[in-house]
Structures are given as structure tokens and as C-alpha cells.
């Protein structure tokens, strides 16, 4: 066969999987993982059951099934100024180019991270942190570039810190390079069937900015939200789950293994992601390809490690590869979880429609009108849901 016929028999097939893929008639029935049941078959019904037995066991089902272990132990962590500009965006800022180097048995693994801290506030700023998975230029210190993917000015003006990383300092995105990071410090996870790999890594990252943060007096620790986009989506559920000093965690368009379920092999499928990014997962996770129903959690288990504190999830219209009916349901699921808390969610029973965002903490959720993407419209929706629960509107 010559190329181009092959090329086109496969382009073909490939939109055909797609086009079934995204046929609601399609999802069938399934009936998801408990999150309220403890493995002894036991109901939780109190937040002291949920938060000393049932959130272990599901923590341990997520190292062990999906994500992958995530160890916390280094030597040292260093950091040093870079750069910095007192009187960053005309004023308002205080720019610092920092470098961070986490140490463990002589390795070390540099983590460069830009960070604005507003002037004008009165004490340890409240702090949104990005995990970038794209173009280093949407968080560039010299804000040449302005892009929706990190509107820095806007989280400024609103009294916010804003930081940012990028990804590939932890885990290049790549299948063949992904161990030239995080795991160059904790080899033994690389032949391990539950070994982290490159979410994991990316969220790895965000709890060191984190153990900076608590270090840096211009920033309250206790008042970071953690932010990404897609796979950085699902590297901040996972960072959110796994480090719970994170105050608030913001998961965009994250889609599968982030907020949408699994179950609905509707989208993007465990078997597609775990064939097309094979450096994402634990090697234990493609047991489950095709066979979603065998999972021991789904990933409204995974919202749930949050509770209570408050998330933000969204969605954007053309972006059915995400799921965002799927999405939602999981947000529906996890309430259960922050209905133990006394919280009660402000999320309607069915999807909202388009640019209809429910902000009220606990629970945040929009479908943005457009295509998948991290924008302004989604950024002030976070920084609305952070304003409710610092109080600080
Ligand atoms: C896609 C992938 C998604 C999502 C997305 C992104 O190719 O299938 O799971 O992570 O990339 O990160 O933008």
C-alpha cells in the first residue's frame, strides 16, 4: 500500500472512533466505585470514618491503580533570587525569578519558578499557582506576551500572588524522556508497576513550590491554591489529593484520569490515553484499558480526596473530548464527601448551561462557551470562588 491511501484509512478510522466516541446513546449503563463505602463493605457516615479510614483507602487505590506512588521524603530543598523587580507591572508587583533545587542522594532537580507578589499587600499574600504544560512564553517573567493561559495582571490586581512552572523541569512530557526529572531522585519507582510517572511528577513539583512558599514570608502558605490546565488538570487534582495543605485546587478542562468519569467511555478513553501518553500513569494503570469497570475508584473519588475544600472544575462547549457531562456527574458524586462536612454545594442537579458558572465554594463548576483552553474568563471565576472563601468580597 502506498502512504497516502494508508495515511487516509487511518485518518478515517481515527475519526470514526472519534465521532462514536461522542455519541451520549453510546455510554451504556455503569455503576461507579462507592465512594462512601469503606472496603469492609462498611458505610461511612461520619467525617471521623471518612477522614481516618475511607480517604486512606482511596488515596492508596489511586497510588496503587492510576497515578502511581508519591513519595515526599528529599534531603534538602535550596532556593535562591534569580531576578528580581521591586517594581514590577508599573509598580504593582514584586517580581522574583526564583530558582528552587530539591536534593536527594546528591540529585538534584531545579524547579524554576516566576512569582508576582502584589505590593500593595498588607501581609503574606494569598497565592494561585499554575502548573504550565504549555509554552513557556504564557508565563514569561518579562510579560512580553499576554496570554489567557496566566493573566498575572489580573490575579495581581485582584490581591492575589500568582506563580507559575513549567512541567518539563519535572517530568519532560515525553515517553522516551519523562525519567529526567522527579525520578532521576527516586529511581527505584521507574520498575515499579505502581512507580509515579509524569502527572505524578508535575504534582510533585507544585508540594516543593509549596514547601518554598511556606519559607517565603511574602506569601501565605496556608492560602495557595493549586491551578492547571488539562494534563496539568489532572497533575493539580492529584497534588490537591496527595498534599493537603493546598487551600483550594482549580482543575480546567482536565477530562479523562482528571474530573470526568471513566466509566462513560465517553471522550477521550483510559485505553487511548494510556496508548497515547504512555509516561502519564502508572504502568498498573493500563490493566484497566477496556476495562474501566474492573477500576477500583473513578475519579469523582479523586475530587473527593479535596473536600473539604473548595474546587473548581470546568469545562468548555466544543471540548467533548474532556466530557463535560462526565465531568459534572463526578462533581455530583464527590458531594457527597463535603455533605459529611456540613458543606453543602451550590451545583444544580444537571449540568449548567454554557457560561452559566456556579462559584459559590465548596464546589465551583463552569462550561465555558469555545474550545479546550485555560482563559480570562476561567481565571476570574477562580479568583471569584477564592474572594467567597477568604472572605475577602
Ligand atoms: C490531549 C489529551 C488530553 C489532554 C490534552 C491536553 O491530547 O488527550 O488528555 O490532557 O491533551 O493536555 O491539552
Given at each position: 500500500m502506498k502512504?497516502?491511501?494508508?495515511?487516509?484509512?487511518?485518518?478515517?478510522?481515527?475519526?470514526?472512533?472519534?465521532?462514536?466516541?461522542?455519541?451520549?446513546?453510546?455510554?451504556?449503563?455503569?455503576?461507579?466505585?462507592d465512594v462512601l463505602k469503606l472496603e469492609s463493605g462498611k458505610s461511612v457516615t461520619s467525617k471521623k470514618v471518612w477522614e481516618q479510614q475511607r480517604r486512606s483507602e482511596i488515596l492508596?487505590?489511586?497510588?496503587?491503580?492510576?497515578?502511581?506512588?508519591?513519595?515526599?521524603?528529599?534531603?534538602?530543598?535550596?532556593?535562591?533570587?534569580?531576578?528580581?523587580?521591586?517594581?514590577?507591572m508599573n509598580g504593582k508587583a514584586h517580581l522574583k525569578e526564583m530558582e528552587l533545587v530539591v536534593y536527594k542522594n546528591n540529585k538534584p532537580v531545579k524547579i524554576n519558578l516566576v512569582l508576582f507578589?502584589?505590593?500593595?499587600?498588607?501581609?503574606?499574600?494569598?497565592?494561585?499557582?499554575?502548573?504550565?504544560?504549555?509554552?513557556?512564553?504564557?508565563?514569561?517573567?518579562?510579560?512580553?506576551?499576554?496570554?489567557?493561559?496566566?493573566?498575572?495582571?489580573?490575579?495581581?490586581?485582584?490581591?492575589?500572588?500568582?506563580?507559575?512552572?513549567?512541567?518539563?523541569?519535572?517530568?519532560?512530557?515525553?515517553?522516551?524522556?519523562?525519567?529526567?526529572?522527579?525520578?532521576?531522585?527516586?529511581?527505584?519507582?521507574?520498575?515499579?508497576?505502581?512507580?509515579?510517572k509524569a502527572i505524578?511528577?508535575?504534582?510533585?513539583?507544585?508540594?516543593?513550590?509549596?514547601?518554598?512558599?511556606?519559607?517565603?514570608?511574602?506569601?501565605?502558605?496556608?492560602?495557595?491554591?493549586?491551578?492547571?490546565h488539562s494534563r496539568?488538570?489532572?497533575?493539580?487534582?492529584?497534588?490537591?489529593?496527595?498534599?493537603?495543605?493546598?487551600?483550594?485546587?482549580?482543575s480546567n478542562c482536565s477530562g479523562n484520569t482528571g474530573a470526568a468519569l471513566s466509566r462513560r467511555n465517553f471522550g477521550e478513553t483510559v485505553t487511548r490515553i494510556n496508548t497515547t501518553f504512555p509516561h502519564w500513569f502508572s504502568t498498573n494503570y493500563k490493566k484497566y484499558n477496556d476495562k474501566e469497570d474492573e477500576l477500583p475508584v473513578d475519579q469523582h473519588m479523586l475530587i473527593a480526596l479535596i473536600a473539604p475544600r473548595p474546587i473548581y472544575v470546568t469545562n468548555a462547549s466544543k471540548d467533548l473530548w474532556a466530557d463535560p457531562?462526565?465531568?459534572?456527574?463526578?462533581?455530583?458524586?464527590?458531594?457527597?464527601?463535603?455533605?459529611?462536612?456540613?458543606?453543602?454545594?451550590?451545583?444544580?442537579?444537571?449540568?449548567?448551561?454554557?457560561?452559566?458558572?456556579?462559584?459559590?465554594?465548596?464546589?465551583?463548576?463552569?462550561n465555558r462557551e469555545g474550545s479546550h483552553d485555560l482563559t480570562e474568563y476561567d481565571w476570574a471565576r477562580f479568583i471569584e470562588l477564592a474572594n467567597y472563601h477568604y472572605k475577602k468580597k
Open positions: 502512504l497516502l491511501p494508508l495515511l487516509l484509512t487511518a485518518l478515517l478510522a481515527s475519526s470514526s472512533l472519534c465521532a462514536q466516541n461522542y455519541d451520549e446513546s453510546k455510554v451504556g449503563t455503569y455503576t461507579l466505585p492508596g487505590l489511586f497510588e496503587e491503580h492510576v497515578y502511581g506512588q508519591f513519595p515526599t521524603s528529599y534531603d534538602k530543598l535550596e532556593y535562591s533570587v534569580k531576578r528580581e523587580d521591586p517594581k514590577a507578589v502584589p505590593t500593595a499587600a498588607k501581609g503574606p499574600a494569598p497565592a494561585f499557582l499554575l502548573i504550565n504544560n504549555r509554552s513557556r512564553r504564557n508565563t514569561a517573567p518579562e510579560r512580553d506576551t499576554l496570554s489567557g493561559f496566566w493573566p498575572a495582571e489580573m490575579v495581581i490586581n485582584a490581591g492575589y500572588a500568582v506563580a507559575a512552572f513549567h512541567n518539563s523541569e519535572l517530568a519532560p512530557d515525553n515517553k522516551n524522556s519523562y525519567q529526567n526529572g522527579v525520578l532521576q531522585l527516586y529511581p527505584e519507582q521507574l520498575n515499579a508497576d505502581n512507580g509515579m505524578g511528577a508535575w504534582a510533585w513539583g507544585a508540594s516543593r513550590v509549596l514547601d518554598y512558599f511556606e519559607k517565603d514570608p511574602t506569601i501565605d502558605a496556608k492560602r495557595v491554591a493549586v491551578v492547571g496539568g488538570g489532572k497533575a493539580s487534582l492529584w497534588a490537591a489529593a496527595q498534599d493537603q495543605r493546598f487551600a483550594i485546587c482549580v457531562t462526565g465531568t459534572f456527574l463526578a462533581m455530583k458524586e464527590a458531594e457527597r464527601v463535603y455533605n459529611l462536612f456540613g458543606l453543602k454545594s451550590a451545583l444544580p442537579q444537571s449540568p449548567p448551561p454554557i457560561n452559566t458558572p456556579v462559584v459559590h465554594p465548596p464546589m465551583g463548576y463552569h
